[in-house]
């Protein structure tokens, strides 16, 4: 049986053994069957996609990864092996939701294991490139972030370049219509954005573009999608979580 434990929010219980992580679990009874428990909270993720014994599993509401193309499971930023998910210019596909209807907030941990060459995705999500939310981890050449909605032809373009072969917390936030990206949990860059396109976002990906971009080449973990924008303390305490 799983104990409470402050400091814990999900949990599970594999073949009689208790694991806790992130925050505020409840007790569960006894099974062999993996089991994920979770407690509702005003600060809580719409959508979570820990990356935990080989599963991409999304927590909250079953929005589970699938179609896999050059994926595999790898080790996290703490050592532990199929808790991370690395694509090899490989992406996942999310199940047609309606992700980001109003302000969002996405973050993620992210190793990028090559130099970005065309504005490789983190995550492009729409029902067409016309409504499509664009994040980036590649601006071009460079290895910085990039927030745009094409519908609307502005962006965010961030400044920080994230080190190859190095775990970095990457946050993309919509505010009203401001956009803004957050580095290891300190802000990089902000501009005006605009209001998402309300969709059911049916072509939706981890690692790949709606356009002709190459896909991801890099280690993801500990995915997140929120229905409100974050403010700067909760990103700190996002990218300083266990």
């Known amino acids: 049986m799983c104990l409470i434990y402050s400091a814990c929010k999900q949990a599970t219980f594999i073949s009689s053994r208790c694991n806790l992580f ?3 679990a409840n007790k569960s009874a006894s099974s062999n069957s993996k089991i994920f428990i979770r407690n509702s909270g005003s600060h809580d993720s719409e959508y979570y996609w ?6 991409v599993k999304e927590l909250v509401q079953g929005a589970d990864l699938y179609n896999p193309i050059n994926a595999a499971f790898t080790f996290d930023r703490f050592g532990e092996f199929g808790s991370a998910v ?4 490989g992406f996942y596909q999310f199940p047609a939701r309606h992700y980001f209807s109003t302000d969002f907030s996405v973050t993620a941990w992210i190793k990028l294991n090559s130099i970005g060459s065309n504005a490789e995705r983190l995550i492009e999500c729409g029902s067409s490139t016309s409504d499509s939310i664009i ?6 050449n460079k290895n910085s972030a990039y927030f745009q909605m094409p519908n609307i032809r502005k962006s965010v373009v961030g400044s ?27 802000l990089d860059s902000q501009n005006l954005l605009g209001y998402p396109v309300v969709v059911n976002r049916t072509r939706c990906f981890l690692g790949k573009s709606l356009w002709s ?3 991801l080449n890099a280690d993801l973990d500990d995915i997140k999608i929120f229905s409100r924008a974050l403010d700067a303390e909760e990103i700190k305490q996002e990218s300083k979580r266990f």
């Open 160 to 186: 920080v370049n994230l080190q190859i072969n190095i775990w970095s917390h990457i946050a993309f936030i919509l505010k009203g219509d401001i956009g803004l990206i957050y580095v290891n949990g300190t």
């Open 86 to 89: 690395k694509l090899s210019y």
């Open 22 to 24: 992130t925050k505020l």
């Open 135 to 140: 994040m980036v981890v590649s601006n071009w």
């Open 213 to 215: 971009n190459p896909n």
């Open 50 to 55: 820990p990356i935990y014994k080989s599963s």
